[in-house]
Every structure is written in structure tokens, then in C-alpha cells.
């Protein structure tokens, strides 16, 4: 792969099984060193387009290239280049932790000598010293999710696909993984990101992609994304009624309660200086100011018509 070449290319990716379409002709494109997420319901074909870039099942048209390397063509080169954390755990839980690093380590061929330092490598990273030599079945659903990162990062692979590591993990183990992402990515670690958590998008990834449907309905960055939906604002407080009412008289906005005024914004810098290139003529200088964006939940929701994860549990939890 070239440093110029995105570390994953898409262009015209469909794939059916019988009548059902389960993607409709997705492109997409992956820089090199970034952390791209495909976001999308149950059924939207997250999972499937992971198992199409990583060689699993076969395309039935479109071209697919990762690394570098056509996965058609070419799918042993991309197999060396990638690892894969599924939705289910990969770990044997009658074996300790080391045992299923050493494990992995035996299957990528590795003189034993290194395939033990790099366990023991690994076992520290991801903070599972104390537990290395314990069955992995008495794990908590965090530890065995870091010990299955762990076990794709034995083969050094410069893209990962993530396909939801994080449900079923609660908050604090959740932070922990992205932190451990994060610092795979500031390596020169490529990831492919597949989630349903809107914070989650929204905290690790450069570029989001929504997919329902079998298609992508939008694509940019989280702030980006969030610019589609109308109902951004900003707001700005004043010190007495009369100058509210002034920069509502020159902005047009709609006063509020304790001497605000909401005045229409996409969040854009260009509409924010606008805003006070308009307060500044007016000779009016807010006590406060606050730019208001709708959150990737209202993304969601307009793009696709259902209701996030994140809003289901905190629905059940009222």
C-alpha cells in the first residue's frame, strides 16, 4: 500500500442472499491512520460489509480493495495486512489468558521464543497482567473483550475491523476500549469501526457513515453529520432585556427566558462569525455565548427513522 492509497476503498459493493439485498451499492473510503465508523440499526449490513473487506464471504459485485490489495484477487495479501474483532468473542475460555495470546501466536507461525515476549507485551497494554494465568472464563465481559483486541493485534496488523466491541460492556469498560483504540490509531493503526452507540461514533471517529438499508444515507464527520439536522442554534445571554431585544431586532432571533436570545445556526464557524459580525455593527457585546448542535441521536433518528440503542436502554430505564 502506498502512502497515498487509502488503507480501505469501496466503490459500488453489493451483495444479496436470495431475494433479500443486504447492500445496495456502498462506497466508501478509508484513510490510512484513521478510525472510520459504519453506524446503522440491526440489520443495515454493518456486519456484512465486514465480513466482505475482511475475506469472509464473497462479494457480488463492486470492487473492494484493503491495504492496498484486491480482496478478490488478491485475498492472502489482504489477510496478512488485517485483524478482526467480531461481535463474538474469539477467546477460549478454557485456556488463561496467556495461553490464548500464545495460541494466536502459534497460529501466526511465530518463533516461541517472541510469541511469549509479545504476550507478555500484550498482557500489560491491555491490563491483564494479573489475570494472564487465570482461565479466561472467570473474565468480565471487559477483560475478555481486551484480551480478544489483543489477540488480533498478535499478527500486527495495520488495519483492524471492530465489528460492535463494545456491546454488552458497561460505561467504564466501554471508555477503557476506546482509550485502547485511541492509542492503536496515534500507532498508525488503521480502524474500521462498526457500532450503534451514537457516543461512541461521535468520541472516536474522524469519519461516520450511516448505513440503513443496504445503503449510505450520509457521510461526513460527526460535526458534519449533526449540520444536517435543523434545530441548531445559537444562544446568547445578555446583560439587560433592552439589549436582548436589540440583538433580537438585528438578528432576528427568538428571545428567551433569564435575557436569552436563540438565534438559528448550523454550527458552522462561517455562521458563528456572521452572528457576531452582526453584533459587533450593532455595538452589542454578549455576556455569554453558546453554540447548540443537534448530537448524532437526531442524525440517526432523521436518516433512518429508528431510535438509537443509547435512547432504547434510557427509554427502558424511565
Known amino acids: 500500500m502506498t502512502t497515498r492509497e487509502p488503507a480501505i476503498a469501496v466503490s459500488g459493493l453489493h451483495k444479496s442472499y436470495g431475494e433479500k439485498v443486504v447492500l445496495d451499492g456502498i462506497d466508501l473510503t478509508v484513510p490510512a491512520g484513521s478510525i472510520y465508523a459504519l453506524l446503522g440499526p440491526n440489520g443495515a449490513g454493518k456486519t456484512t460489509t465486514v465480513a466482505i473487506l475482511s475475506t469472509l464471504t464473497g462479494a457480488d459485485a463492486g470492487t473492494v480493495r484493503v491495504g492496498g490489495h484486491d480482496v478478490r484477487t488478491d485475498p492472502e495479501a489482504v489477510r496478512t495486512a488485517i485483524g478482526v474483532t467480531g461481535q463474538f468473542s474469539a477467546v477460549d475460555e478454557l485456556l488463561t489468558g496467556r495461553e490464548n495470546l500464545l495460541l494466536m501466536s502459534d497460529l501466526h507461525h511465530l518463533p516461541r521464543r517472541h510469541g511469549k515476549e509479545l504476550a507478555t507485551e500484550l498482557l500489560a497494554k491491555f491490563d491483564l497482567v494479573e489475570a494472564a494465568d487465570k482461565p479466561a472464563s472467570t473474565y468480565s465481559g471487559g477483560m475478555t473483550?481486551?484480551?480478544?483486541?489483543?489477540?488480533?493485534?498478535?499478527?500486527?496488523?495495520?488495519?483492524?475491523?471492530?465489528?460492535?466491541?463494545?456491546?454488552?460492556?458497561?460505561?467504564?469498560?466501554?471508555?477503557?476500549?476506546?482509550?485502547?483504540?485511541?492509542?492503536?490509531?496515534?500507532?498508525?493503526?488503521?480502524?474500521?469501526?462498526?457500532?450503534?452507540?451514537?457516543?461512541?461514533?461521535?468520541?472516536?471517529?474522524?469519519?461516520?457513515?450511516?448505513?440503513?438499508?443496504?445503503?449510505?444515507?450520509?457521510?461526513?464527520?460527526?460535526?458534519?453529520?449533526?449540520?444536517?439536522?435543523?434545530?441548531?442554534?445559537?444562544?446568547?445571554?445578555?446583560?439587560?432585556?433592552?439589549?436582548?431585544?436589540?440583538?433580537?431586532?438585528?438578528?432576528?432571533?427568538?428571545?428567551?427566558?433569564?435575557?436569552?436570545?436563540?438565534?438559528?445556526?448550523?454550527?458552522?464557524?462561517?455562521?458563528?462569525?456572521?452572528?457576531?459580525?452582526?453584533?459587533?455593527?450593532?455595538?452589542?457585546?454578549?455576556?455569554?455565548?453558546?453554540?447548540?448542535?443537534?448530537?448524532?441521536?437526531?442524525?440517526?433518528?432523521?436518516?433512518?427513522?429508528?431510535?438509537?440503542?443509547?435512547?432504547?436502554?434510557?427509554?427502558?430505564?424511565?
Do not use: C
Not at 154 to 174: A, M, N, W, Y
Not at 202 to 228: N, S, Y
Open 145 to 318: 473483550r481486551r484480551l480478544d483486541l489483543a489477540m488480533t493485534l498478535v499478527g500486527d496488523p495495520r488495519i483492524i475491523f471492530l465489528d460492535e466491541p463494545t456491546t454488552g460492556l458497561d460505561p467504564r469498560s466501554r471508555h477503557a476500549m476506546w482509550n485502547v483504540i485511541r492509542e492503536l490509531v496515534a500507532g498508525g493503526v488503521t480502524v474500521l469501526l462498526t457500532t450503534q452507540y451514537l457516543e461512541e461514533a461521535d468520541q472516536l471517529a474522524h469519519r461516520v457513515a450511516v448505513l440503513d438499508q443496504g445503503r449510505i444515507v450520509a457521510e461526513g464527520t460527526p460535526a458534519e453529520l449533526k449540520r444536517l439536522v435543523p434545530g441548531g442554534h445559537i444562544r446568547l445571554t445578555f446583560t439587560t432585556a433592552a439589549e436582548r431585544d436589540a440583538a433580537a431586532a438585528a438578528l432576528g432571533g427568538v428571545p428567551g427566558d433569564n435575557l436569552s436570545l436563540a438565534v438559528a445556526s448550523d454550527g458552522g464557524v462561517r455562521s458563528l462569525r456572521s452572528v457576531l459580525d452582526l453584533l459587533d455593527a450593532a455595538g452589542l457585546e454578549p455576556e455569554g455565548l453558546a453554540v447548540h448542535t443537534p448530537d448524532l441521536d437526531d442524525v440517526f433518528l432523521t436518516l433512518t427513522g429508528q431510535v438509537t440503542t443509547a435512547a432504547i436502554t434510557e427509554e427502558t430505564l424511565r
